[in-house]
């Protein structure tokens, strides 16, 4: 989910926007095919590597995110599009946890510190570039359909917030257990609550297409909060609620609703969720909220319920939307 699913989305994503930030064309034929080798050639890696030995499959499998930090460097470099060379960051430290992933599954048996690792950088990611979409797509529509209120323009306060659950998910990655990491947490916790607070998202009920994004991005400081009261009362509040709330939740459903919109603007068509968008919408964010409470309610059987609940979301995506991803751009 971290090294394969998540790197692919990650990826995804960044040859789409890149284009947008630089003004250059998109990487695409031989060296978008050769990026697509590059991950099946990883996830085959891993499936065999008690086969090919564990050093093979790491370096193959650690190839794919190298050769997309690579090439997000050189698009990014030659569009002198300096100041986004920062989501080369959480890129990094992806790539550095998917190396440690081999190496601590292999020296201790565990990888603990590895998945910790890689999912800070996504949830870094998400806090880096969910904090620029959802207020522009929010106040794009409520210009357009609800004036009023709008979000509040990037500023001094994103910034602190930002560095402040940055230093947070290190502390996680590093001291899971300590004090001082349930406190960096809570803090980071009340601060992406107030950053949500200022995109006005209540305001966008009417249009679940941007309503989403809010829903995802709340599941950063829900999985922030959880993760500092099991740090607190271990006993009755165990760890995996915060995991999954930033994995099944803000990960899931932020990579879900993009993908829907992503769709939606490259293939043409108007950007409005339908009602089978919206169901899918709501059966990823159903699932992400089952996972959460399985944890809790562990005899009720909850965990299958909610991979039903995510499978639909993908296998719905790919159902309604599959069509038109191979058919040419409407005009």
């Known amino acids: 989910m971290l090294f394969g699913y998540l790197a692919a989305i990650v990826t995804g994503f960044l ?10 064309l998109p990487v695409q034929g031989f060296p978008l095919l050769g990026l697509v080798v590059i991950w099946i050639a990883g996830r085959l890696a891993v499936f065999f590597s008690s086969a090919i030995g564990w050093q093979v499959a790491a370096m193959v499998d650690a190839a794919f995110l190298g050769a997309v930090a690579l090439a997000a460097t050189i698009e990014i470099v030659a569009g002198r599009n300096w100041r986004n060379l920062k989501v080369l960051l959480p890129l990094a430290m992806l790539l550095a946890a998917n190396v440690c992933f081999h190496l601590e599954a292999h020296y201790l048996g565990l990888s603990d510190t590895s998945r910790r690792l890689g999912m800070s950088a996504a949830v ?16 794009n529509w409520l210009v357009r359909q609800n004036p009023g209120r709008l979000p509040v323009p990037f500023n001094r306060f994103d910034v602190v917030s930002l560095a402040v659950g940055a230093l947070a998910l290190a502390s996680w990655c590093f001291a899971p257990t300590s004090v001082v990491t349930a406190v960096a947490l809570g803090m980071a916790a009340a601060l992406q609550s107030v ?23 709340g599941f950063i400081p829900v999985g922030f909060t959880l993760l500092a009261a099991s740090i607190v009362l271990p006993e009755s509040l165990p760890v995996a609620a ?15 609703s993009v993908m829907v919109r992503a769709t939606l603007g490259h293939t043409g068509r108007p950007l409005k969720a339908g009602h089978g968008a919206a169901f899918l919408f709501a059966a990823i964010i159903a699932a992400a909220g089952l996972r959460i409470a399985a944890v809790f309610l562990p005899e009720l059987h909850l965990i299958e319920i909610a991979g039903a609940a995510w499978s639909v979301a993908f296998l719905g995506f790919a159902a309604l939307f599959g069509k038109a991803l191979l058919q ?4």
């Open 15 to 24: 040859l789409t926007a890149i284009p947008n930030w630089t003004g250059r």
């Open 195 to 217: 950053r949500l607070a200022r995109w006005a998202g209540d305001r966008t009920i009417k249009d679940p297409l941007v309503l989403v994004l809010h829903l995802a991005y």
């Open 242 to 256: 915060g995991i999954h709330a930033l994995g099944g939740g803000a990960i899931g459903a932020m990579t879900l």
């Open 328 to 331: 040419p751009k409407l005009t």
């Open 124 to 139: 870094l990611l998400v806090m880096i570039i969910g904090g620029r979409i959802i207020p522009s797509f929010t106040r």
